[in-house]
Structures are given as C-alpha cells and as structure tokens.
C-alpha cells in the first residue's frame, strides 16, 4: 500500500474507497441517470480531496479536488445549467490548480531548460487551438465565452504543470486535456447516434480520473 499502516489505515482505505468508486462508475455511464450513480461519480475524486486532507496535503491541492468532485456532481446530471454550473466548478479548480502548480514549480524557465518540456507545452497549444475551433461553430452563442475561457484556462494549466519536476503531476495535466478534449468531442462534435460516443465516454471517464489521481499521489507521495 502506499501508504502507512497497511489497509485498513484511514489514508489506503480512502484510496481504496476512491478506486472503487471509480471502477462502479466506469461500468454505469450507460445506465440510466440516478442519483445514486451521481453520487458514486462525486466520490471518486471527493474520496481524493479526504485523502489529501488526511495527509496534510497542500490546502490548494483539496480546494480543487473538492470543486472538481462539485463539478463532477453537476456534469452527472442533464442540462444546460447544469453543464455551466459544472464548467465553473471545474474552472475555479483549474485556477487552484495553477496557483498550485506555479508556487510548487521552478519557473516557465524550465521549459526552455529542457526540450521535452516545450514539445509538450507545444503539442497543448496545437490541442487548445484545435478545441477552440472545433467548438467555436458548434456550440450557441451563450456558450462560446465559458468554453473559450475554460479552454484557455486548462491550457494555463497544462503549462504551469510543466513547471515541476514532479512527472506524476505533468503526466497528470497532459491526461486532464486529453480528458476535456475527448469530452468536448463527444458531447459537441459527435452526432447523438455516432458508434464513438460508447468507448468516448468510458475513455473520459479513465483519463479523467487518472488524471486527478496521479496528480493527487504526485504531490502526495512526490
């Protein structure tokens, strides 16, 4: 385990219980919307934010572990609202995180430093640009804004991560934009009867949860 204590020790039964939330609701996407399926989805991640709590994690780490299990909750349920309410859920941790990011990192000098670093921060800037215009013609009026801010604010995001030497926190951001790339293919750019949209789900779902996860144990365990 990776923690003290073996796994009945609060932290591993924690992370434990997060993993299995997880797995529930990679077979349950397909299922009709219940309130206990939203419910499993809002605690995989907010199972993260109460490990990070319980190992004196960074207070910026659990503020947006908490927000992305809020966002999580609102993006379980159907709607326009509800899908706005999740994206500024999901904005504010993206803005924690990059605070996050900025303080524990060594500066945007380091992606000059090291030539892997700006080829990944490039390959986010070719992913941004390529959501940007995908999405712009795509989605109403009232939603172009959001999206556009949202997608600039996870670029923001990816780059600050590529400030620390912490590779589980860089591998997590660059899953994260892979996540809200495919997520934005399949709820924008796939037609309601596209045979895509079955493994495009269950594709969000892991990349996105790994993705929380790594950066959780990056600074965890880093």
């Known amino acids: ?13 924690t992370l434990l219980f997060s993993l ?3 797995v529930i609701y990679a077979f349950t996407i397909d299922m009709p919307q219940t309130l206990a399926r939203s419910a499993v989805k809002t605690l995989a991640v907010a199972m993260l934010a109460l490990l990070a709590s319980l190992q004196g994690g960074p207070w910026l780490l659990i503020a947006a572990l908490a927000l992305s299990a809020i966002g999580d909750a609102l993006l379980s349920r159907d709607g326009e609202k509800a899908f706005v309410g999740g994206l500024a859920s999901f904005l504010v941790a993206h803005g924690l995180y990059i605070a996050l990011f900025l303080r ?11 030539p892997w670093r700006a080829a990944i921060a490039v390959a986010m800037a070719v992913l941004a640009l390529a ?3 995908a999405l712009w013609r795509r989605v109403g009026p009232a939603l172009r804004l ?7 604010t996870i670029f923001a995001m990816g780059i600050s991560a590529l400030t620390l030497s912490n590779f589980w926190v860089v591998g997590g951001a660059v899953l994260f934009m892979a996540s809200d790339g495919l997520l934005a293919s399949e709820k924008f750019l796939l037609s309601a009867i596209s045979p895509h949209r079955d493994w495009t789900r269950r594709a969000v779902w892991v990349l996105y949860y790994a993705a929380q996860l790594a950066i959780t144990m990056g600074f965890l365990l880093g």
């Open 146 to 152: 959001p999206i556009s801010l949202y997608i600039a």
């Open 104 to 114: 524990s990192g060594e500066g945007v000098g380091l992606l000059s430093a090291e």
């Open 20 to 22: 299995a939330a997880a």
């Open 131 to 133: 959501m940007l215009f």
């Open 1 to 13: 385990m990776p923690f003290p204590g073996g796994i009945d020790a609060d932290a591993n039964a």
